[in-house]
């Protein structure tokens, strides 16, 4: 079978293994109905909703159910987004379909992640570069640091820290919300931070890698600039672990997104994740779950990909997988 | 005597003087000879020795409000003439002392979560690399899967219908960590059973739970406790997150990553609230991979004698991973 082919089918095992897990976990160790509706509720609020929500079938005619509905992008109906806070209100029998909340909030964390990944990969190709240009050097030393902190900080402090500098102290920028580029600068910097360190820390030592090969020599030989050897001739191959390591990242940032949102009350999906975490709302925390996991596949996924376009060896080699 | 000199004499000799050099007190010099290592693991001995200790050490009672001393920034003295080396919170509350009793909490989830998922995964990992076959097909099949999703996501939903609190952590850590413990002990394992001390192990009769237990895991240590160190980290870390999300540590216990939960509150007036516990955990985790670090350099036979013989001039070794 061929590379990309098998991948994708791994792909969708693994979507299926995930949702499978939440049903898993949703259904049969936790009660939906007392998730929803809380200990405090009566013994008849909760033989009433188990009933609406067809709680009641077998559980392998749940789980077909549940599928079949997932199948048609059904992910339930909210009985507390938009609605007040009361619990009697998850016996209402409509609700707001899930999943266009979901699906809206998707541009906000788009944007975000973006955002971060953008500044922090190409700040890290060229510290990254000029690091392995001078060894031992400060901007050596620089990266070593950046890359040392970055897996040591928590990110959500880190963010916290910000606020507290350049919006309480300074009043430089808003301390959250959404609208204007003002607000996109600390939230983009603190998910920043993380991929900065760690791809950097991956362009230093692949670098170093390329520019001791022999082509290299031949390259500074022929008298081609010191600028093109590095940023043109290595850059491009030393490009497949760079990649590796920003796919990474970026399903990272995904998840990361969810607390640098809930920091910044960034209206993306991790905010509406969190807040529905907080309001019980088991069918909109079971949408957004799925749809970020299937976001982290899609991208870990998307990394293959492009590895096979920047290494065709990796599509001969049977048992070729990421290193 | 000199590394040059030892490295090219023959396999077995140098195994052998090898061993014979690498005592406590090596490992000790060497400790002593790289500052920043050294500096760390002062600091993590004395965090151990402070939550360990918080009782007694605390300066104030973690849990007494003493509302005189509301939001005393730090290396302030209250009105009643308590003098508080990192502030004092909403209530009154001495931040030192309150760190220091959340770092037990905090570091024992650290260290549990390390051991639990350490065990499960070198367990299942050796026993993949040991017999092979299918069990090493599924169980490298759910750890690339595994590794594949967003633990956090998972950990979080989980929690959320499990409910939170200190043992559904340990049990969240223990199930969502395990793979990196299975992964590195299954490809140690395979490494080393290509060994001829295994083949010989074998050949005088030794069972296949002395080999393991006997051979195999002694042989294994030190890559294991690298992982395990930096692990420690990631823990700490991802407590902190949920903590902070409100599906970790609960009320009354505390934790660092709670605290600034709690803190968030007031941000615009007592900063310290947010700053202080969020370095406490910034430091360990600091401290917790320069140590990996060092451990790994030291662990390292290719790395390994520059690090145990005597320094040679002012050079400093420098330990290029990667």
């Given at each position: ?323 | ?54 009782d007694f050490l605390a300066p104030f009672d973690p849990d007494k409000a003493n509302l005189r001393a509301r939001f005393v920034p730090p290396l ?89 609190g200190f043992g559904n952590l340990i049990l969240i850590f223990t199930l969502l960590h395990w793979m990196v413990f299975a992964r590195m002990a299954r490809s140690l394992t ?133």
């Amino acid at each position: 079978m061929p590379y990309l082919l098998r991948r994708f089918l791994q792909s969708l095992l693994l979507l299926f293994v995930l949702v499978s897990f939440v049903f898993v976990i949703g259904r049969i160790i936790g009660d939906p109905a007392l998730i929803m509706l809380g200990t405090s509720a009566s013994e008849t609020a909760l033989d009433q909703l188990r009933e609406n929500l067809g709680l009641n079938q077998p559980i392998w005619q749940q789980y077909l159910v549940f599928l079949g509905d997932l199948m048609q992008g059904d992910f339930g109906v909210s009985f507390r987004y938009g609605f007040s806070m009361m619990p009697s209100d998850a016996l209402r029998s409509e609700g707001t379909p899930v999943l266009p909340i979901v699906l809206e909030r998707l541009p906000a964390t788009f944007l975000l992640a973006g955002t971060s990944l953008v500044f922090a990969f190409s700040l890290a190709v060229v510290l990254g570069c000029l690091a392995a240009m001078h060894p031992r050097s400060w901007i050596d030393n620089l990266v070593n640091v950046i890359s040392l902190a970055s897996v040591s900080v928590v990110q959500f402090w880190l963010g916290l820290i910000l606020i507290i500098v350049f919006s309480v102290q300074l009043g430089l920028l808003p301390t959250g919300g959404f609208g204007s580029w003002q607000h996109l600068v600390l939230p983009a910097l603190t998910l920043a931070a993380r991929p900065l360190g760690r791809i950097s820390q991956v362009v230093r030592s692949a670098m170093l890698d390329e520019l001791s090969k022999p082509y290299i020599s031949a390259a500074r030989a022929k008298g081609v600039p010191e600028w093109r050897v590095v940023f043109v001739h290595a850059l491009k191959n030393a490009s497949i672990p760079i990649v590796t390591i920003t796919g990474d990242e970026l399903s990272q940032l995904l998840t990361g997104a969810m607390l640098v949102e809930t920091v910044f009350a960034w209206p993306g999906v991790g905010l509406l994740l969190i807040d529905s975490l907080g309001r019980r709302d088991l069918p909109m925390v079971q949408a957004g779950i799925c749809v970020v996991a299937a976001l982290v596949i899609l991208v870990n996924l998307a990394v293959d990909f492009a590895y096979t376009v920047l290494n065709p060896r990796i599509q001969m080699d049977n048992r070729g997988g990421r290193a | 005597m000199s590394a040059v000199d030892a490295t090219t004499a023959p396999q077995v000799e140098e195994d052998h003087d090898r061993a014979a050099a690498i005592t406590g007190r090596a490992y000790l010099s060497a400790l002593m000879r790289d500052r920043v290592a050294f500096v760390s693991a002062v600091f993590l001995g004395l965090l151990l020795i402070a939550a360990a200790g918080a009782d007694f050490l605390a300066p104030f009672d973690p849990d007494k409000a003493n509302l005189r001393a509301r939001f005393v920034p730090p290396l302030g003295t209250a009105r009643d003439g308590g003098f508080h080396l990192l502030g004092t919170d909403e209530l009154g509350r001495d931040l030192f002392s309150r760190l220091m009793h959340g770092a037990r909490v905090s570091m024992s989830i650290g260290l549990l979560g390390a051991i639990c998922s350490g065990i499960a995964g070198i367990t299942l990992g050796v026993l993949a690399g040991f017999y092979r076959g299918l069990l090493e097909d599924l169980l490298m099949r759910a750890v690339d899967g595994m590794m594949a999703l967003p633990s956090l996501l998972i950990a979080l939903f989980i929690l959320f219908v499990i409910g939170p609190g200190f043992g559904n952590l340990i049990l969240i850590f223990t199930l969502l960590h395990w793979m990196v413990f299975a992964r590195m002990a299954r490809s140690l394992t395979l490494t080393h059973q290509q060994s001829t001390y295994i083949t010989a192990a074998r050949a005088i009769g030794g069972s296949d739970a002395r080999i393991i237990l006997t051979h195999l895991l002694p042989n294994m240590v030190s890559p294991l406790i690298v992982l395990f160190t930096l692990e420690i980290a990631v823990l700490i870390l991802s407590e902190a997150s949920l903590s902070f999300l409100g599906f970790g540590v609960q009320a009354p216990q505390s934790s660092w990553g709670l605290m600034i939960a709690r803190g968030r509150e007031y941000i615009s007036s007592a900063w310290w609230l947010v700053v202080m516990p969020g370095a406490a955990i910034f430091l360990t985790a600091l401290a917790l991979n320069l140590v990996a670090a060092w451990a790994r350099a030291i662990t390292d036979p290719v790395q390994r004698w520059r690090w145990l013989t005597p320094p040679r001039g002012k050079n400093q070794p420098i330990d290029d991973d990667e």
